[in-house]
Structures are given as C-alpha cells and as structure tokens.
C-alpha cells in the first residue's frame, strides 16, 4: 500500500497576497530537509503540500523530519488509493487495521474537494461508518472524542484514507519575515530564543561571543553542537564567532565592577548589531528573560538597549525558567545546554553587580575605553561557520 505525507498549511493561508511566496519557501524548505533520505517527490496542491516516496525511503524519518518546518500547521500520514468507494473502503479496513483494532470509539470524516466525486462527504462519512462497523464490531460511534478519527480526502489526484492529523510545527516558514541576528550562547536560553524566533518565520544569523583562552574550542564546539539542534527546525545556520577576551580584559582593568556586566552586554550589542548589519538582519535577538539575573532587570536592559539601532527581540521576557526549560527540553537542547563549559559572560562576574543601573553613569564609567577601536578590533577578528541539520562532526582542533 503506497503511503504518502500531507502537509496542511496554518496561518500561512491567511496572509493572502504573501501565499504564492509562502507556498514556495515552503516547497523549497521540504525538499531541501527530506534531500538526504532518497528520493521523495514535493509538490502542492489545494493548499497542501504533499510528500511522496518514489521507492521504499524511509517515511517515518520523513515525517519527524516535516513535523519540525514551520508553516506546518497539521500532518498526516496517509494512505493512497483511486478514487472509488469500494477501494476506499477496503483501504481503510487495511490501512487502519492496528489503530481500529486497539480503539474502543472511532468516527469517519470525510473531505471532497474533487467535486466530480459521486458522493459527497456525508454519504462517505455514512457508508464508510458502516463498513467499518461491521468489519470491526467491537467499535462504536463517538463523533465528539473518538479514539480514531478515520479521514477520507478526495482530492485532485486521488483519495487519500488516514487516522486523522496530527499537530505540525505551526509558525509561519522560516525566512518569510526576514532576517534576525541571535546572539547566543551556551546556556539554555538563546537556543530556545532562537527556536521562537525562526517559528514566526525569521532567518537567523547566529552571533557567538567567545574570550579564548578563558573560554575554550570546546565550549565553542558546544554552541555548534546546540545550534545544530536548532537547526532541525530553522535550517542550516551560520554561526559568526566574534572574539570578546580583550574587551573583557579592557573592562575588568578599567571600569568598575559592578558596571561590568552591563558595559560587556553594550559591546555585545554593538558588534552584533555591525554583524547584523553586514548580513542584512533586520533586528536582534536574545534570550533574556525579566527579572532572571541582574543585567536583565528593566533598568539593566534601558542600558543595554541605549546601544541599539535596531529593534532588540527578547521572545522569553515574560517567560519562567521552568517554561523555558520545558522549551529546550522539547526542541532537544537541553541536555547540551547544561554540558558545564565556561561561558564569556562567566567568565568575569562582578560580585555585586548593580540592578538599578544609571544610563549616566554607565556612560560615564565606560568612556575611559576607546569603543571604537575595540569593537572594531573584535569585528575584524570574527570567522564564521556553517551548520546543518544532521551534523555531528565540526572541524575544531
Ligand atoms: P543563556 O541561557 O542564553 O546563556 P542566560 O540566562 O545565561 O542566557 P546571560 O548570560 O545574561 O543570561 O545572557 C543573556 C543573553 O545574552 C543570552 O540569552 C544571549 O542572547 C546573550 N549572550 C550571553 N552570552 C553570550 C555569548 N557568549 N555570545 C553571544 N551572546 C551571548
Ligand atoms: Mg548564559
């Protein structure tokens, strides 16, 4: 029995004049991810895309693999037959024999979107109840909380018979709102900031500080290691590294400490927002959350925000830690994020940094380094890698 994906589009298909370019970044986006494993035919029609196995590929790959691109409202996993009442009805015995068999309740749903089709959906959802009823006896009818919901759907090129869809990655397709840079650690945050951002539809550019050599290749191998998680949701990525060890130093000799996790977070701003710029990002990304520690207070991040030139994205605001560990857990970061290497920012913390921060005085404590120069020196210092979803292997010494 040849089985086959669709792919139903979400909020997408509100977007009216957007949906010729949605459908296509989408199109584009399912073949590219479904590449490596063999040959799968891509096409769209009536709104939804379709995902076909040309041999035997490996569809249960297929399907975890689309469940994770956004613009995916709902998936379903069917079965393809002609159109014709008797085969349907055959198919859906056969095809949905083990579901059928282990449900108590079912109901039958039916879509004809081939008008030319004799029976409309009434009568199919009717006789096919009734098939089903006697070929399975034990069933009963439960058309509010079925255990099954068996769905027929005439469509174009034929009928297609699953057990109902199941919720897709929702969001809006990755690059249709255009392009955001990141600015990510290693920690549990940014990679979940990350995964919000690409949801409504961004491309990110990736921007990683690091202090070698009090931050070290592996804690660099281990963003690259997060960031692939990441990227089976929002594609392949560029991770820009900027170094950030003489701007500390610079720091940690000249300014007081309790301004100095601020100041660091207004160069991280600045060169990220250069980065930004070079690769036609439209705005920031972090992942801040309020209250979560003493550089993410309202005040701390007016400061940090003085700096900015672009709109500042912070998808975990108003987000608990439990929420966000929830998040990470869920998009598979999490058990990398808490690998313990050493992160830029932990590198120098101040012991009792300032909560309530004056932008003044910030200003004014800063002002003894030449900016300038230093985040020009981090800029020309930056290299970049690419990352894409499936790798395991990154080239560090
Ligand atoms: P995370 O879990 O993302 O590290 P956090 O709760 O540890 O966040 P901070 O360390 O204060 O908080 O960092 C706040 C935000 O600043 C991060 O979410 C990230 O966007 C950015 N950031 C922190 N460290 C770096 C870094 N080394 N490179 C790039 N961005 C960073
Ligand atoms: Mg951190």
Same mark, same amino acid.
């Given at each position: 029995m040849k089985?086959?994906?669709?792919a139903y589009?979400g909020e ?12 296509s970044?989408l ?25 076909e196995?040309?041999?035997d590929?490996?569809?249960?790959a ?14 379903s996993?069917a079965a393809?037959c002609?159109k ?15 579901a ?9 749903s039916?879509?004809?979107s ?5 029976m409309?959906?009434?009568e199919?959802?009717?006789e ?7 070929? +399975?006896?034990?069933?009963?009818v439960? #058309?509010h909380? &079925?255990d099954?919901?068996?769905t027929v !759907? $005439? =469509?174009?090129?034929a ?9 897709g ?20 945050d ?6 919000m951002?690409?949801?409504r ?26 960031l692939?998680?990441?990227s089976a +949701?929002a594609?392949?990525l560029?991770? #820009?590294?900027? &170094? ?5 130093? !610079? $720091? =940690?000799?000249r ?11 207004r ?10 710029r ?7 990304v972090?992942?801040?959350s309020l209250?979560?520690?003493a ?6 991040i007016a ?13 975990l ?6 929420e966000?560990v929830?998040?990470?857990r869920?998009?598979?970061a ?5 690998? &313990? ?7 120098f913390t ?24 230093l985040?020009?020196?981090s800029?020309?210092?930056?290299y ?5 979803p499936?790798?395991t ?5």
């Amino acid at each position: 029995m040849k089985e086959i994906i669709l792919a139903y589009q979400g909020e997408m298909s509100l977007k009216g004049l957007n949906r010729a370019t949605f459908e296509s970044v989408l199109l584009k986006t399912m073949r590219r991810r479904l590449k490596s494993l063999g040959n799968f035919k891509i096409y769209k029609a009536q709104s939804t895309m379709y995902a076909e196995p040309a041999g035997d590929e490996d569809i249960d790959a297929a399907e975890e693999r689309i469940g994770k691109i956004f613009g995916i409202a709902a998936i379903s996993r069917a079965a393809v037959c002609p159109k014709d009442f008797a085969v349907i009805a055959d198919t859906a015995k056969e095809y949905l024999c083990g579901a059928l068999r282990a449900a108590k309740t079912f109901k039958v749903s039916a879509k004809r979107s081939d008008k030319t089709f004799p029976m409309d959906s009434m009568e199919i959802a009717r006789e096919l109840g009734g098939v089903l009823l006697s070929a +399975y006896p034990h069933l009963k009818v439960d #058309v509010h909380h &079925p255990d099954v919901n068996v769905t027929v !759907e $005439i =469509r174009d090129f034929a009928a297609y018979v699953h057990g109902g869809k199941k919720p897709g990655a929702g969001g809006l397709p990755v690059s249709t709102s255009g392009k955001a840079a990141l600015m990510l650690s290693g920690g549990i945050d940014s990679p979940v900031a990350a995964y919000m951002m690409a949801k409504r539809g961004l491309s990110l550019a990736c921007v990683h500080f690091a202090s070698p050599p009090y931050t070290s290749l592996r804690a660099e191998e281990k963003v690259c290691r997060l960031l692939e998680r990441v990227s089976a +949701y929002a594609g392949r990525l560029y991770m #820009v590294t900027a &170094p950030f060890s003489h701007i500390q130093e !610079e $720091i =940690r000799e000249r300014c007081p400490e309790e301004y100095f996790t601020l100041i660091m977070r207004r160069f991280m701003m600045r060169i990220a927002q250069r980065i930004a710029r070079r690769q036609n990002c439209s705005a920031l990304v972090t992942g801040e959350s309020l209250g979560q520690v003493a550089s993410q207070t309202i005040q701390a991040i007016a400061c940090t925000d003085a700096v900015a030139e672009m709109p500042v994205f912070r998808p975990l605001i108003g987000m608990d830690k439990s929420e966000i560990v929830l998040a990470s857990r869920k998009i598979d970061a999490f058990d990398i994020s808490i690998e &313990p290497y050493e992160d830029c920012c932990t590198v120098f913390t101040p012991r009792h940094p300032t909560t309530r921060p004056e932008l003044a005085k910030v200003e004014e404590a800063e002002s003894v380094l030449d900016i300038d120069a230093l985040v020009e020196e981090s800029v020309q210092g930056i290299y970049t890698r690419k990352i894409v979803p499936g790798q395991t292997e990154f080239d560090f010494a």
